[in-house]
């Protein structure tokens, strides 16, 4: 009797590492790209995991290279115009796109990273692509990395930049924030309204972090097929908050109270550790009574949006955020 079991080139490998499975349902461009995305990643070599302040810098000053090269081709086609600013003692980038639509009311940007490499300057492709997708400047918020700052100062700072940005918008703007950065976003919304300052007038988070301790359902059964290391990435949220600290709002949102809290969209992939999070903060959402609009895109990784912006997947994606803005923002 034949054996039921799959062979030929490439099915051994992708048994032996779940995170190269590429599922039929997702769009053959999206495939192509997982797959160079996922043999790059597979490729790699073991990283130390960074414990002394000099290993995080040197892990940081990795990502970003990594991420340039991944990063220069799709920027050289869109061409923004980058402002380097200091917004209440905050480094902030200002991304201006080709055909920004004039008065239309800005965006700000608060990138991921694990809360421990990021920058405006190595995500400014996903700051680029929503401005290019909705002709509004966005404003990407350079804040301190952990474990050089823990949460609270990084909340403080995004604060600070937060209120100068409207000082000199006149307006309100919305509040997007990916992985680590919707973490903060949505906590420092939580924070504004506490302090009554004004609150973002909607907020878009890409498969956010919400929950330190990782208590979710798919934060362990989707761990071996996400990119994502999460032992690599403990030290990192370790150094943005104490574990006595995980429950607390302002490190892990999903234990806030949502009374008055902004219309929300949450966008996550179906293979990423993270997906729990998504669907625990958007019904936490809706049994505040909040609007809350959550989209689960079928085979996609964490924060595809960036690298998968010419498939049907990203496509819908930015399209989506796109029509989010143009009804929540003035």
Not at 83 to 107: E, F, M, N, R, Y
Request: with cysteine.
């Amino acid at each position: 009797m034949p054996s039921s079991e799959p062979s030929g080139p490439g099915v051994s490998r992708e048994a032996d590492d779940p995170r190269l499975f590429v599922a039929a349902s997702v769009s053959p461009e999206a495939g192509a790209i997982l797959r160079m995305i996922g043999a790059m990643i597979a490729a790699m070599p073991p990283q130390p995991i960074p414990v002394s302040q000099e290993e995080f810098d040197a892990a940081a000053s990795q990502a970003a290279a990594w991420a340039e090269t991944m990063i220069a081709a799709p920027l050289a086609k869109l061409s923004p115009t980058l402002s380097a600013w200091d917004a209440g003692g905050v480094p902030v980038l200002s991304i201006t796109p080709q055909d920004a639509k004039v008065g239309a009311t800005s965006l700000v940007y608060i990138h991921g990273g694990g809360f421990a490499t990021g920058s405006a300057q190595s995500s400014r492709l996903t700051a680029t692509l929503a401005a290019a997708s909705t002709g509004r400047v966005v404003h990407s918020i350079d804040y301190t990395l952990s474990p050089r700052a823990d949460h609270r100062a990084i909340l403080d700072e995004i604060v600070a930049a937060w209120t100068a940005i409207i000082d000199w918008e006149g307006h309100v703007p919305g509040l997007f924030g990916d992985s680590a950065g919707g973490c903060i976003a949505a906590a420092a919304t939580l924070l504004l309204r506490d302090r009554g300052e004004t609150v973002p007038a909607a907020l878009a988070l890409l498969s956010p972090v919400v929950d330190l301790a990782s208590e979710g359902d798919t934060n362990q059964t989707l761990a071996s097929v996400d990119y994502l290391d999460r032992n690599r990435l403990e030290m990192g949220v370790r150094g943005y908050a104490a574990p006595a600290d995980w429950r607390s709002p302002l490190a892990s949102p999903i234990h806030g109270d949502f009374t008055d809290f902004p219309p929300t969209l949450i966008q996550v992939g179906t293979r990423e550790l993270l997906l729990s999070d998504s669907v625990r903060l958007h019904r936490a959402l809706r049994a505040a009574g909040r609007s809350s609009r959550l989209e689960v895109f079928e085979g996609m990784p964490h924060v595809f949006q960036p690298l998968l912006a010419d498939t049907p997947e990203g496509v819908a994606a930015w399209a989506d955020m796109a029509a989010f803005w143009q009804e929540h923002l003035a």
